[in-house]
């Protein structure tokens, strides 16, 4: 799959065949919007798409047989949190809570129980701000370091998981990053719950799961605590176990 290098390296062989062709045979210099467009096309596929891993490497798959992973966005949430909470504990399943930090210093209690059932915290920013792709390098290390830095008020443990905003990367997240032992956690299937709430178009998706897959949810939706329990009697009849994302990766949810 490209990523950024590799595009990088296409780029410049384009450039430099374009510089051949041109001393050869006169060529117009329109052709050499051709590698820009291609450059500018695949940089923004590849920063909305969190599965090319193109900046930097992101877990979206797990490696299992018969296993999947539990996460959801957004929260925590006073009501829709509880709820999700509810059910997963109704099938003693476990889950990774991808959490805004400004949410987390409002809604301490619900992490903390959240925490205490058994489910993984992450970071999801601090801010989780519409326009966080645009951040400088400086402004997303700072903003990551405040969400740390309230979770492990809250339940005294410093997360290593981490999900960008909306899933979007870039080079300065990628710099960011080399600051924190955060690992990128992105997704292989998603519900698309924030844009549907209609729950026979949801089930649908969802029942094309497949073992290894990352299921992204997000706690802060009205009713999904309905969707996730007959998600879930779906797992159980398929033979499909819930897995905790450190332990199916062999990787510590904290530092």
Same mark, same amino acid.
């Given at each position: 799959?490209? *990523?950024?290098?590799r595009?990088?390296?296409?780029?410049l062989?384009? =450039?430099?065949? @374009?510089?051949?062709? #041109?001393? /050869?045979?006169?060529?117009?210099?329109?052709?050499?919007?051709?590698?820009?467009?291609?450059?500018?096309?695949m940089?923004?596929?590849?920063?909305?798409?969190i599965?090319?891993?193109?900046?930097f490497?992101?877990i979206?798959?797990v490696?299992?047989?018969n296993q999947?992973?539990?996460?959801?966005?957004?929260?925590?949430?006073?009501?829709?949190?509880?709820k999700?909470?509810?059910?997963?504990?109704?099938y003693?399943a476990?889950?990774t809570?991808?959490c805004?930090?400004?949410?987390?210093a409002?809604?301490?209690?619900?992490?903390?129980?959240?925490?205490?059932?058994?489910?993984?915290?992450?970071?999801?920013?601090y801010?989780? *701000?519409?326009?966080?792709?645009?951040?400088?390098?400086k402004?997303? =290390?700072?903003? @990551?370091?405040?969400? #740390?830095? /309230?979770?492990?008020?809250?339940?005294?443990?410093?997360?290593?998981?981490?999900?960008?905003?909306?899933g979007?990367?870039?080079?300065?997240?990628?710099?960011?990053?080399?600051?924190?032992?955060?690992?990128?956690?992105?997704?292989?299937?998603?519900?698309?719950?924030?844009v549907?709430?209609d729950?026979?178009?949801?089930?649908?998706?969802?029942?094309?799961t497949?073992?290894g897959?990352?299921?992204?949810?997000?706690?802060?939706?009205?009713?999904?605590?309905?969707?996730?329990?007959?998600?879930?009697?779906?797992?159980?009849?398929?033979?499909?176990?819930?897995?905790?994302?450190?332990?199916?990766?062999?990787?510590?949810?904290?530092?």
């Amino acid at each position: 799959m490209l *990523n950024f290098k590799r595009t990088s390296v296409i780029f410049l062989m384009m =450039i430099l065949f @374009l510089n051949v062709f #041109n001393v /050869i045979f006169g060529i117009s210099g329109w052709w050499y919007v051709v590698p820009g467009i291609f450059l500018f096309a695949m940089t923004g596929i590849g920063s909305f798409r969190i599965g090319m891993s193109f900046y930097f490497d992101v877990i979206c798959k797990v490696p299992t047989t018969n296993q999947i992973v539990l996460t959801f966005d957004d929260g925590p949430d006073e009501r829709t949190t509880l709820k999700v909470l509810g059910v997963l504990k109704k099938y003693d399943a476990n889950a990774t809570f991808f959490c805004i930090g400004s949410k987390v210093a409002q809604f301490s209690d619900v992490v903390l129980q959240t925490h205490r059932e058994g489910h993984i915290i992450a970071n999801h920013s601090y801010c989780h *701000n519409d326009f966080y792709g645009f951040y400088s390098k400086k402004k997303i =290390i700072a903003d @990551l370091m405040q969400c #740390n830095q /309230i979770i492990r008020e809250t339940i005294g443990e410093k997360p290593r998981f981490f999900r960008p905003p909306f899933g979007v990367t870039n080079p300065n997240m990628k710099r960011a990053l080399r600051k924190f032992p955060l690992i990128p956690v992105g997704w292989s299937l998603r519900t698309l719950d924030t844009v549907n709430s209609d729950r026979e178009i949801l089930m649908k998706k969802l029942r094309q799961t497949k073992a290894g897959d990352i299921i992204l949810f997000h706690d802060r939706v009205e009713h999904i605590e309905v969707v996730l329990d007959e998600f879930l009697s779906f797992c159980k009849q398929q033979h499909l176990q819930i897995a905790r994302l450190d332990e199916v990766l062999n990787m510590p949810a904290y530092e």
